[in-house]
Nanobody, 114 residues
Framework: QVQLVESGGGLVQPGGSLRLSCATS????????MGWYRQAPGKQRELVAT???????NYADSVQGRFTISRDNARSTVYLQMNSLKPKDTAVYYC????????WGQGTQVTVSS
């Protein structure tokens, strides 16, 4: 059974930081491209960052320079370090794994507010 389980979300003040984790099981993590997406209320889900199986990262323009995606193949886990958070970063953040099939986690809420 494939599982992607996000954690690390919460409430943070503007300018603060959070680190999201996505622990996977049931897949050969090393060959999967992994990504983080987010969906704010009333908006479509959007790409935040991706990391290929060989570690190449790409970012949405809106988070470039503030967010860092990384992966630990030994732990089958992908991370998203989020710094300098802004209220517009408020959303549910979803982990995504893509190879032959695509899998999604259940999401974790990130709220940036004073």
């Amino acid at each position: 059974q494939v599982q992607l389980v996000e954690s690390g979300g919460g409430l943070v003040q503007p300018g603060g930081s959070l680190r999201l984790s996505c622990a996977t099981s049931g897949i050969n993590f090393r060959v999967y491209a992994m990504g983080w997406y987010r969906q704010a209320p009333g908006k479509q889900r959007e790409l935040v960052a991706t990391i290929s199986s060989n570690g190449m990262a790409n970012y949405a323009d809106s988070v470039q320079g503030r967010f860092t995606i990384s992966r630990d193949n030994a732990r089958s886990t992908v991370y998203l370090q989020m710094n300098s958070l802004k209220p517009k970063d408020t959303a549910v953040y979803y982990c995504n794994g893509r190879f032959v099939a695509t899998y999604w986690g259940q999401g974790t809420q990130v709220t940036v507010s004073s």
